[in-house]
């Protein structure tokens, strides 16, 4: 039979704790186990001392005799150097865009700039017609001026 060194749930409905033993494989997850080496209160602060508490040499001794630690275990072990951490695997290239994607986003961005353009270029020569507008208004205000005087 093959040993595992994982998680056994305890605790009540949203408040968890854990025990980490040594059980069979094929025993269910919170039944029948060899030996408790620790224990995992994942309500505590994770700087705190008590989260993880292990019986070391009793860890030592199932890992001797075989025994293989769940990758969540496995971690805990790494944490306090009885086992090398485990390399995480590089990602496959499924959570890249598609060719055909990257385009229809380019194509996106270019119409989304085009318009922008186009708008700043039609403020431009709404800017410059209201000035001539202000500037045809001023030069009859201005020859009205001079011709007051001259009577």
Known sequence: MGLKIRL??????KRPYYRIVVAEERAPRDGRFIEKVGTYNPMLAKDSEQRIQLVEERVKYWLDQGAQA??????FLASVNLTEKREVPEQTSKHLQSERTKMKVQEREDKRKAAMEAMEAEKEELEAEKEELEAEKEAPA????EEKPTE
């Open 8 to 13: 056994a749930r305890g605790g009540s409905k």
């Open 70 to 75: 769940t990758d969540r275990v496995h971690r």
């Open 142 to 145: 201005e020859e009205a001026k």
